[in-house]
């Protein structure tokens, strides 16, 4: 399969995430100047949602609208709580709105999925960190504690506009936690129960792509071509993960997030090379894929390469220097263990204690 962008430039796409629905993607340096074009393809009464780090991007954005702007969120929080998820709804309703924007990592992306999945409007996407969320018709909530995610395809957006320049302020250390969140949609969508020839394809490029722009985009963040190629391997891990069913990996991340509010990609950065060691002896094609892309010997070499890869990038490799207390393994076992989750490999409340212990002592697999 021939994917879009390998060549370094600028392209449009749709990229089948659904069966029936298509996302419109539009990738390249100086994108964010057709925001506000996009936007009314889709609707006149626009509502912009953004993070504090994203303010100068949401400031063009809203002065190319100009009276289209029918309200402004300037900041967001990790998880989407309840409340916050209330408010935005309300002024969604309040404005009028008929189209949401969202500027920003995965928080943005998430409250936006809040409004669209209680309002039915349209998303267009400008992603400024590797979340990959904007390529999923995947939402998550916290409410008291707990994490809740599903499907819906209202939430999937309709246009994503890549700008590698928005990527450019990320420091270094949030850059790799990123990164290593990026490459987790990857490596679970290879071995997904649900996967296709063509999300196969899509989330080996994706790996592949990660694992070369990763270290040159931390060693000097304003490469720009370091730059768009993370940022290019962070959408195909998206899409990929968008188009099929999350395992033992994702349901460990949200639940350490939503109970323990542990940081979203840093966590999955934690995580990803103990999970994938604990799969590969079950899902030998899929891991010898992952292996392919990562240069690597073998599926039983993949967690090992992974953490590997973190260490070098100095991205998080342990759940303590996260915040976690060693106390709530055992509470997280029971959770995880107690769940219906689809995974190439079955597992005990031991496997799950022994996992996330690994993780929280930043072992190497």
């Known amino acids: 399969m021939r994917l879009p962008g390998a060549d370094g430039q600028p392209f449009s796409y749709a ?20 925001v506000a074009s996009e936007a009314r393809t889709l609707g006149g009464r626009i509502m912009i949602i953004s993070g504090r780090h994203e303010a100068e991007a949401a400031t063009a954005v809203a002065a190319q609208l100009g009276d289209d702007l ?9 998880h989407v709580p ?15 709105a008929d189209v949401v924007v969202s500027i920003g990592g995965g928080s943005a992306t998430g409250l936006a999925k809040a409004v669209a999945r209680d309002t039915g409007i349209p998303i267009l996407a400008v992603p400024t960190t590797y979340a990959g969320s904007e390529m999923t018709p995947i939402w998550g909530q916290t409410d008291q504690g707990q994490k809740t995610t599903g499907r819906d395809p209202r939430v999937l957006p309709r246009i994503v506009v890549y700008d590698p320049v928005l990527t450019i302020s990320m420091p270094p ?10 490459l987790a949609h990857a490596v679970e969508s290879l071995y997904a129960p649900d996967g296709t020839p063509q999300s196969s394809d899509v989330a080996e490029e994706a790996i592949r792509t990660l694992a070369h722009g990763l270290p040159g985009a931390v060693r000097q963040p304003d490469d720009p071509q370091a730059r768009s190629e993370t940022l290019r391997g962070a959408w195909l891990a998206g899409w990929a993960l968008g188009s099929t069913t999350m395992g033992l990996h994702h349901k460990l991340a949200h639940v350490l997030g939503g109970a323990y509010q542990l940081p979203h990609a840093g966590t999955h950065s934690a995580l990803l090379p103990q999970v994938a060691a604990f799969n590969a002896p079950a899902a030998p094609g899929p891991f010898s894929r992952a292996a392919r892309a990562l240069g690597s010997s073998g599926p039983e ?15 998080p490799t342990s759940l303590a220097d ?11 076992a029971l959770i995880v263990s107690g769940s219906p989750v689809s995974n190439p490999r079955g597992f005990t409340k031991e496997d799950v204690y022994y996992l996330v212990q690994q993780a929280y002592l930043g072992n190497k697999p």
């Open 322 to 332: 996260l915040g976690l207390e060693a106390d709530a393994i055992e509470a997280v």
């Open 173 to 182: 250390e949030l850059t790799a936690a990123s990164g290593m969140n990026a």
């Open 82 to 96: 309840f409340e916050v998820a209330v408010g935005a709804i309300e002024a969604a309703r309040a404005a009028g």
């Open 70 to 78: 029918a309200f402004q969120i300037r900041d967001v929080v990790q």
């Open 15 to 34: 990229a089948p995430v659904l069966q029936d629905r298509a996302v419109r993607v539009l990738f390249g340096v100086g994108s964010l100047a057709r």
């Open 301 to 315: 070499a993949v967690g090992p390469a992974l953490f590997e890869l973190a260490s070098q990038l100095r991205a």
